[in-house]
């Protein structure tokens, strides 16, 4: 991503708007390996403790210092189990389910620069056909790359909007 200068040539300009970044926000919960994985697994169905601990093989002081991170970033929920009242179940929340794209991105990255394809593969359960892969793309659907990408301030793009009104 650019800016119409010479890229790195602003870093005042660099330092000022990375300072409204998303990004370390977004990294302080859920960039760490271990919420990645539980992640996953509450993607694939796994609910209770015992699941994620057995499934990840993750130490249970870990996994509950994760899970309430996660519960209080508001990405998963904790409620009692109807069928027995000593077990809690984890959910993801809404906020938690709209990571669904991240972690496909992360999962194609992995296969392309990483461990290779895995033997399962995510399909559409209507038809169950496999999924596209996660692109960027541009306002008229055409996929874009760095190169194709700018930086713009929210007041500039608005403005374009108005007169494009």
């Known amino acids: 991503m650019h800016s119409e200068?010479?890229?790195?040539?602003?870093?005042?300009?660099?330092?000022?708007a990375a300072l409204s970044c998303p990004i370390p926000a977004a990294v302080a919960l859920i960039g760490e390996r271990w919420a990645f994985l539980i992640l996953r697994g509450a993607f694939n169905g796994l609910e209770h403790f015992e699941q994620f601990q057995a499934g990840l093989g993750i130490a249970r002081n870990i996994l509950s210092d994760r899970l309430a991170k996660?519960?209080?970033?508001?990405?998963?929920?904790?409620?009692?189990?109807?069928?027995?009242?000593?077990?809690?179940?984890?959910?993801?929340?809404?906020?938690?389910?709209?990571?669904?794209?991240?972690?496909?991105?992360?999962?194609?990255?992995?296969?392309?620069?990483?461990?290779?394809?895995?033997q399962m593969v995510l399909a559409d359960n209507r038809d169950r056909r496999p999924i596209q892969r996660i692109n960027i793309c541009a306002e008229d659907g055409r996929d874009v790359g760095l190169r194709d990408l700018i930086w713009l301030s929210r007041d500039e793009v608005e403005r374009k909007a108005d007169r494009a009104a």
């Open 5 to 16: 200068a010479k890229p790195g040539a602003d870093i005042d300009a660099f330092r000022e």
């Open 70 to 118: 996660l519960v209080a970033g508001d990405i998963m929920k904790r409620s009692a189990d109807a069928s027995d009242r000593r077990k809690v179940i984890y959910s993801l929340t809404k906020k938690g389910e709209s990571l669904l794209p991240v972690m496909l991105a992360v999962r194609q990255w992995g296969e392309d620069w990483g461990h290779g394809g895995a």
